[in-house]
């Protein structure tokens, strides 16, 4: 069947018990005056100072990269250790 069920509440954290929580999905369209005054800077930097916000950009791809980077070598490395026979310290 093709039924949906919008439900809404001003909870900030509603309770449901567990079988309504694994046919449902729950979104949070919490606002916070931190977020919006982030997304104002945002916005303002961009306008005023295009050069910052590009910088930022870059960083912000930068630092995905290298948690990337961290998640493959830490991957890597339970590898070697999983496959380790005798002394895991001669590798």
Do not use: C, W
Not at 46 to 61: I, N, Y
Not at 62 to 67: A, D, G, L, R, S
């Amino acid at each position: 069947p093709n039924f949906r069920l919008f439900l809404h509440t001003k909870l900030s954290n509603p309770h449901y018990p567990p079988e309504i929580q694994a046919e449902t999905a729950l979104i949070n369209f919490t606002v916070t005056e931190a977020g919006l005054e982030d997304q104002l800077l945002s916005l303002v930097v961009g306008k005023e100072r295009p050069d910052l916000a590009a910088m930022k950009s870059d960083l912000v791809q930068q630092q995905n990269m290298f948690k990337i980077t961290i998640k493959k070598l830490e991957d890597d490395i339970l590898q070697r250790l999983a496959a380790a026979e005798g002394d895991i310290t001669s590798d």
